[in-house]
T-cell receptor
Framework: DAGVIQSPRHEVTEMGQEVTLRCKPISGHNSLFWYRQTMMRGLELLIYFNNNVPIDDSGMPEDRFSAKMPNASFSTLKIQPSEPRDSAVYFC?????????????FGQGTRLTVV | RKEVEQDPGPFNVPEGATVAFNCTYSNSASQSFFWYRQDCRKEPKLLMSVYSSGNEDGRFTAQLNRASQYISLLIRDSKLSDSATYLCVVIPGTGGFKTIFGAGTRLFVKA
């Protein structure tokens, strides 16, 4: 398996622009997580899905952030409009729900810089 | 209070030293616990699960103390390659499989 695939790996955009981050989870995994990592705040859970349904989006910082999972093999995280404080590494992770001991596999992340 | 808290460090230790990290969690009903490792500019990867009875994997030992709501990671005979950030992970057990990460503890092992 290719693992969790995220794109783009790097994104530099101007303040006010729309940014879309993409994630392809591991085939057969039914939980998908979006995290944001910064030096100041560490790894924050933004939203997670079970079977393509958003279960908890309490970590989404503002209405400027939205996430979708139209099918089991694809998810997007969108920021509109983007702001410099959104600069961070965004990770997508997936896991297979087989009881409580579930390992989350991470993509390589998208490094977002908003100038 | 954060759901999962760790000492950010950094811990600077010489090769061969023993080092221990603790992590506290706020939800007493939490079900599952893990330690992940993250190398610089890389994604986190599972290091080991933490079982109620404690578990060991080579030089690494993980323990759970439910009464005090903390988990620990002990690294014996530290190697240069152990230098990384160690992330404590908790699955609260309510609300599905929400997976909460601590901010991580940075470890530097020096020659």
């Amino acid at each position: 398996d290719a693992g969790v695939i995220q794109s783009p790996r790097h994104e530099v955009t101007e303040m006010g622009q729309e940014v879309t981050l993409r994630c392809k989870p591991i085939s057969g995994h039914n939980s998908l997580f979006w995290y944001r990592q910064t030096m100041m705040r560490g790894l924050e859970l933004l939203i997670y899905f079970n079977n393509n349904v958003p279960i908890d989006d309490s970590g989404m910082p503002e209405d400027r952030f939205s996430a979708k999972m139209p099918n089991a093999s694809f998810s997007t995280l969108k920021i509109q409009p983007s702001e410099p404080r959104d600069s961070a590494v965004y990770f997508c992770a997936s896991s297979r729900r087989t009881g409580m001991n579930t390992e989350a596999f991470f993509g390589q992340g998208t490094r977002l810089t908003v100038v | 209070r954060k759901e999962v808290e760790q000492d950010p460090g950094p811990f600077n230790v010489p090769e061969g030293a023993t080092v221990a990290f603790n992590c506290t969690y706020s939800n007493s009903a939490s079900q599952s616990f893990f330690w992940y490792r993250q190398d610089c500019r890389k994604e986190p990867k599972l290091l080991m699960s933490v079982y109620s009875s404690g578990n060991e994997d080579g030089r690494f030992t993980a323990q759970l103390n439910r009464a005090s709501q903390y988990i620990s990671l002990l690294i014996r005979d530290s190697k240069l390659s152990d230098s990384a950030t160690y992330l404590c992970v908790v699955i609260p057990g309510t609300g599905g499989f929400k997976t909460i990460f601590g901010a991580g503890t940075r470890l530097f092992v020096k020659a």
